[in-house]
């Protein structure tokens, strides 16, 4: 019973050292009338390590760079890069996502703009949506309730605000109860998605024993097993324990190499490596439209990590609208001129 | 007497017609510019004016009573604008030997023909003191001899302020007769 | 009212006699007519530019046409800035607004990277890497905090007998319920 915390803790140290690499990146579009983009990346590190692996979006020798050191009252210095590049339209940004060779090229992300004309205004939007990862995920908000999902989508300082403030008992009692679902959701897509995968190797091979639908009416089940003995996931795994009592001996042994397959797909499709970061968006004219969260800067914010876009698209949008005076002044004097002839008329027939 | 048909007549633009009824108008405004304004060419300038704004206007008259009344307010109006810019001239005094040519003239009695000239001289010097309303009101009342609720439509005064202003400017004039005739 | 005198009256007399004498109504009408026509003619061009501008409104189906197409730009004025409004109102009270710049990762991300690790640990290379010293200190302390409450929760098993079998028992249950497919 003793060493089993003792492995926890020496995981846990493992795991914050390992994640403490990438920058806390902050990448801010300021969105023009015509349709460029001014996009500036702030980044900052506890040490001066902006190696390309490493940064989250993607940036290059054409944009101008800028580097600072900040120390704190404690003593805690900060590295901190900026970086910032005018493009000429979203599909210039397109283009750097395209290309990318940083930490999170793997993932497929896109923005777009469109401007419409509405003759009393035109409106704007910006968008950015990142391509969910899985084929056979199931939807978070399967798990969570709204208030619960509108809490899971909140950037990190807003839920600890939540838990320091007066209803901090709800929301830590909130918090806990959310991990405890989105760790039966990610436990859930692994197995979804390892069937998908599996099913998809075998090609119906198998017989119906181990086709997609008698693996999926069984899927609970191994959500189960799979949680209550991700310690000994591996091992059990490695010697063929848990595939016999998923798919029977038989074709343990017949699938074997198909089931491991799919598990390292699975596992790379669930667990990606993801760097997080932080979207801002400064639109032209009147914000009318949003699913994002406004700051003190009255700038929209998203926060981004690989839950978000997971199991389904994570679009991070924004909408505007300025007002076309000349419009305005146009339909006033036409508007004017149809009631002076009505006026005029009406006076000479009196 | 002015025909209502007339007047429709120039309201449809017909000038033949208007010319017709400047002829029947002059002379009654003539009348009454001349005797405000003791001036011949600028009684006729105020009688110009005012067909001018009659025509402009016709379209206002309904009744060929109406347009007497109101071919007078013009006329009455447009004196007082021609009085306002000569009040800035320096005040005429009459010398002892005009007063007397004068009551040489009215000693003479109805039968004296006097001359728009001394007409305009007797009428100048005897309301000289008066301001243009009271003017006005002696007038239309004692010399064009129209009643109070004619002058009132005229002038827009209550009868109150028409007696009022009669009562002053009858005690000046009176005054000035009996100082000077 | 003091009487009038007799001389007032007399003087009256010869005015109300001498009406004035208009020496030519035609050179009245011909200014007239004169002055007429000259504004006619200033009328006359507005009145052709204010046909022009305005000629369409006795075309029938034109002034009906661009009274329909004035009252669909009212109506898409309104809908427009009805929708607009009504998306502004939404927002205000859909969005939160948070205060703060920095945005940490989320701190579910330390357990799903090792439930991650905890599934495949072998996928991991070692890496050299640097943390603060705040960062360190952060971890030591709930490392400590994590020692101190199961210890607390090991002591309190320990004590009790009974509830120690008991979770013995449930413990031995619970791998064989876990494997059991």
Known sequence: ?350 | MIDIKLIEECRGGNLNNFRKLVGLTSPFAYSVAFRMLGDEEQAKDVVQETLVTIWQKLKKIKSAEGYKTWIYRIVVNKCYDQMRKRKRNPEFVADEQTWADISNRISEGPSADLENKETAQIISLLTNRLSPKQKAVFILSDIEEMTSDEISGITGMSSTAIKANLHYARKNISEMVERYL | MKPESEKYNKVLNVLRKSKPVLSSTEDIEREVIKKISEVHQSDVVLSDIIDFLFGWVYIGWVRRSLIAASIVLVLIFIYQQGIILKQINSLSSQTIIIDGENLNTPSDMIEKRLMMYKIDGRRFSSKSITISAKQMEQLLESVNEMQVQYKDLLNLIEEDPELKKLVEKKLIENTRIKIKL
């Open chain 1, 1 to 350: 019973m003793k060493r089993k915390p003792l492995k926890l803790i020496v995981s846990l140290i493992l795991m914050m050292v390992v994640s403490c690499d990438e920058p806390e990146t902050v990448v801010t579009n300021y969105i023009h009338p015509d349709g460029s983009v001014t996009r500036k990346i702030e980044m900052k590190s506890v040490a001066n390590n902006f190696s390309l692996s490493n940064l989250q979006v993607p940036f290059d020798s054409t944009w101008i760079v800028r580097d600072s050191i900040e120390i704190n009252n404690e003593g805690d210095t900060t590295w901190v890069r900026r970086a910032e590049k005018l493009f000429v339209n979203a599909d210039e940004i397109n283009l750097t996502y395209k290309n990318d060779s940083g930490a999170n090229r793997a993932i497929s992300r896109q923005s777009a703009f469109k401007k419409r004309f509405k003759w009393f205004n035109t409106e704007y939007r910006f968008s950015e949506r990142i391509e969910k990862q899985l084929e056979h995920g199931y939807p978070v908000r399967d798990f969570l309730n709204e208030e619960e999902l509108l809490y899971f989508y909140s950037p990190e300082n807003m839920q600890e605000s939540k838990k320091k403030s007066q209803d901090s008992l709800k929301y830590r009692a909130m918090s806990d109860t959310i991990d405890s679902k989105t760790d039966t959701w990610s436990c859930k897509n692994l197995v979804s998605e390892w069937i998908g995968k599996f099913t998809n190797l075998t090609d119906g091979k198998g017989g119906k024993d181990i086709d997609r639908e008698s693996l999926k009416a069984r899927e609970d089940e191994m959500v189960k097993v799979v949680k209550d003995n991700s310690d000994e996931f591996d091992s059990l795994w490695a010697n063929g324990i848990l595939l016999k009592g998923f798919i029977g001996e038989a074709n343990a042994l017949k699938y074997k190499t198909e089931a491991d397959s799919a598990v390292n797909l699975a596992i790379d499709n669930v667990f990606i490596n993801f760097k997080d970061y932080s979207v801002r968006i400064v639109m032209p004219g009147k914000l009318i439209g949003t699913n994002g969260f406004i700051d003190s800067s009255e700038v929209l914010l998203w926060p981004v990590t690989s839950d978000y876009f997971l199991t389904e698209p994570y679009e991070m949008w924004a909408e505007s609208k300025t007002t076309n005076t000349w419009a305005w002044i146009v339909s006033g004097i036409f508007l004017l001129f149809v009631l002076t002839g009505v006026v005029l008329r009406v006076i000479k027939k009196g």
